[in-house]
C-alpha cells in the first residue's frame, strides 16, 4: 500500500507541476484584433526573402514579437524542434501540431517560486527556469540564422 500512496503522490506533485507550467505558457493575452492584424502583417513580412548585405535582426524586438504573436512566433521556430516534451513516462516530439505557444519571456518569470538562467551572445540565446526539487523544467535555445532569430532547441520536463 506504500507504493501505491507514494505514486499517487508523485503523481499529483506531476500534474500540479504541468498545471503551473501551462499557466506559465498562458498568464498573458493580447487583444484579437491587434493579434490577427499584426499576424496578417507577420506572415506577408516573413515571405521576403533578406538582402545579401542586410544588417541582422535586433533579438529583443524579435524576443518581444515572438511571445506576443502567434503566426510570427510559428514562422520562427525550426520544425523538426530539437527536444521535446518528457512529462512523467510520456515523451512528446514538437511538432506543428502539439505546439504550446510561449507567452512568458525570461525576464517575466516569478522568480521567487523558480530558478531562472539565461545567456545572450551575438547569435544565440539561451534560456531555463526550473522550479527547485520538482523535476520540472524548461529550457530553449534560439539562434541567428540568416540574419533572422528562430527558436532551435526546446525542453519541457515534468517529472
Not at 526573402?49 to 535586433?58: A, I, L, M, R, T
Not at 511571445?67 to 521556430?77: G, K, L
Amino acid at each position: 500500500m506504500l507504493w501505491k500512496r507514494k505514486f499517487t503522490t508523485n503523481r499529483a506533485i506531476a500534474l500540479a507541476c504541468l498545471a503551473a507550467l501551462l499557466v506559465i505558457f498562458s498568464c498573458k493575452t493580447t487583444k484579437k484584433s491587434t493579434s490577427e492584424s499584426v499576424s496578417s502583417q507577420s506572415i506577408k513580412s516573413d515571405k521576403i526573402e533578406s538582402k545579401p548585405f542586410s544588417k541582422p535582426e535586433n533579438f529583443d524586438t524579435f524576443y518581444d514579437r515572438f511571445h506576443t504573436d502567434s503566426a510570427f512566433q510559428m514562422s520562427r521556430i525550426k520544425f523538426p524542434l530539437q527536444g521535446k516534451f518528457i512529462g512523467g513516462e510520456e515523451e512528446m516530439e514538437w511538432s506543428r501540431d502539439n505546439w504550446v505557444m510561449m507567452k512568458t519571456k525570461i525576464y517575466d518569470i516569478d522568480t521567487t517560486i523558480y530558478k531562472t538562467t539565461f545567456k545572450k551572445q551575438e547569435t544565440s540565446f539561451y534560456q531555463k527556469f526550473w522550479l527547485e526539487n520538482s523535476g520540472l523544467s524548461s529550457e530553449y535555445r534560439f539562434e541567428l540564422i540568416g540574419n533572422k532569430w528562430f527558436l532551435v532547441y526546446a525542453l519541457d520536463q515534468n517529472l
